[in-house]
Nanobody, 128 residues
Framework: EVQLQASGGGLVQAGGSLILSCATS????????IGWFRQAPGKERKGVSC????????HYGDAVKGRFTVTSDKAKKTVYLQMNNLNPEDTAVYYC?????????????????????WGQGTQVTVSS
């Protein structure tokens, strides 16, 4: 059974940093894309970043480029999202999700319908 568990959220002041983790199990990590999405209250879910298991190809949303970094530990089947220089607009519930549709971390970046499995989400709150 494919499972994902996101963790690491919390309350941080503007300019601070957080590291989110997405622990995965139940599938061949190399064959999947892990994506990070976020959803703020009253807003649609948006793609933040993604990484391909096999070649570690990465993509970032425009709002986080240069501030967020996605990495993976294949041995632990865990994906991390390092978030630096956070601002109040980054406040949202962050979700990790998995898909074996490779273009989801490429031409189809940020399209949530391509992701088959979702973690439960972790809240990130950035105070001004």
């Amino acid at each position: 059974e494919v499972q994902l568990q996101a963790s690491g959220g919390g309350l941080v002041q503007a300019g601070g940093s957080l590291i989110l983790s997405c622990a995965t199990s139940g599938f061949n990590f190399d064959e999947y894309v892990i994506g990070w999405f976020r959803q703020a209250p009253g807003k649609e879910r948006k793609g933040v970043s993604c990484i391909r298991g096999r070649d570690s190809n990465k993509h970032y949303g425009d709002a986080v480029k240069g501030r967020f970094t996605v990495t993976s530990d294949k041995a632990k089947k865990t994906v991390y999202l390092q978030m630096n220089n956070l601002n109040p607009e980054d406040t949202a519930v962050y979700y990790c999700a998995a898909t074996n549709y490779r273009p989801a971390c490429g031409a189809a970046f940020g399209v949530s319908v391509y992701y088959e499995k979702w973690g439960q989400g972790t809240q990130v709150t950035v105070s001004s």
